[in-house]
C-alpha cells in the first residue's frame, strides 16, 4: 500500500510540474522549430548563451534583427512594430561545418548556425525561441539540426 501511495504522490508531483511549466513545444512554425517560454527574454539568452559555451563554442556574432526593423520602420510604408525583442544568435561547430563542406562546398550557407529569440509587441513576456528546420536534402545538416535542438532543449530545461 505505500508503494502505491508513493506512485500516486510521485504521478501528482509530475502533473503538477507539467502544469507550471512554462515551456511548450517545439512547434512546426513555417520554416521554424519554435519553442514558447514564459519568461524574461534576457535571462533566456543568456542562458542560451550559456549552453553553447559549455559544448566548447563560441557565438561569433549576435543579429540584433528587432532592432534593424525599428530603426528602418520610418522608410517602409505601412511598417508597424511586430518584435519587442528579436535577436539570432550565431555560431559554428568546427568538425560539422567541414562535413558540410566536404559534403558540398555550396553548403557554406548553412554556417554559421542560428538560434533566435523574439519578444513580440502584443505579448513582451512570451520569449519565443526557434531553429530552422532541417534542410532535407543536406543529410550533413541533419546533426547540425540535432545540435541545435539539443541547446536549446538544454538551455530551457530551467523553464520546465
Known amino acids: 500500500m505505500k508503494a502505491f501511495?508513493?506512485?500516486?504522490?510521485?504521478i501528482g508531483l509530475a502533473a503538477a510540474h507539467t502544469a507550471s511549466s512554462q515551456v511548450a513545444g517545439p512547434e512546426e512554425?513555417?520554416?521554424?522549430l519554435v519553442w514558447t517560454v514564459q519568461g524574461d527574454f534576457r535571462d533566456i539568452k543568456q542562458d542560451i548563451?550559456?549552453?553553447?559555451?559549455?559544448?566548447?563554442?563560441?557565438?561569433?556574432?549576435?543579429?540584433?534583427?528587432?532592432?534593424?526593423?525599428?530603426?528602418?520602420?520610418?522608410?517602409i510604408d505601412d511598417a508597424k512594430a511586430v518584435y519587442d525583442q528579436g535577436e539570432s544568435i550565431l555560431f559554428c561547430k568546427a568538425?560539422?561545418?567541414?562535413?558540410?563542406?566536404?559534403?558540398?562546398?555550396?553548403?557554406?550557407?548553412?554556417?554559421?548556425?542560428?538560434?533566435?529569440?523574439?519578444?513580440?509587441v502584443e505579448a513582451p513576456n512570451t520569449t519565443y525561441v526557434s531553429i530552422r528546420l532541417p534542410?532535407?536534402?543536406?543529410?550533413?545538416?541533419?546533426?547540425?539540426?540535432?545540435l541545435?535542438?539539443?541547446i536549446v532543449e538544454q538551455a530551457l530545461e530551467w523553464y520546465r
Open 49 to 75: 548563451v550559456t549552453t553553447i559555451e559549455a559544448k566548447g563554442l563560441v557565438v561569433s556574432y549576435t543579429a540584433y534583427a528587432a532592432n534593424m526593423l525599428a530603426r528602418t520602420s520610418e522608410a
Open 29 to 32: 512554425l513555417g520554416p521554424a
Open 5 to 10: 501511495s508513493t506512485v500516486l504522490l510521485l
Open 135 to 146: 534542410v532535407l536534402q543536406v543529410p550533413a545538416y541533419i546533426a547540425v539540426h540535432d
Open 148 to 150: 541545435l535542438e539539443q
Open 95 to 120: 568538425d560539422l561545418s567541414h562535413e558540410l563542406a566536404r559534403q558540398d562546398p555550396h553548403n557554406i550557407v548553412l554556417c554559421p548556425y542560428s538560434i533566435s529569440l523574439y519578444t513580440l
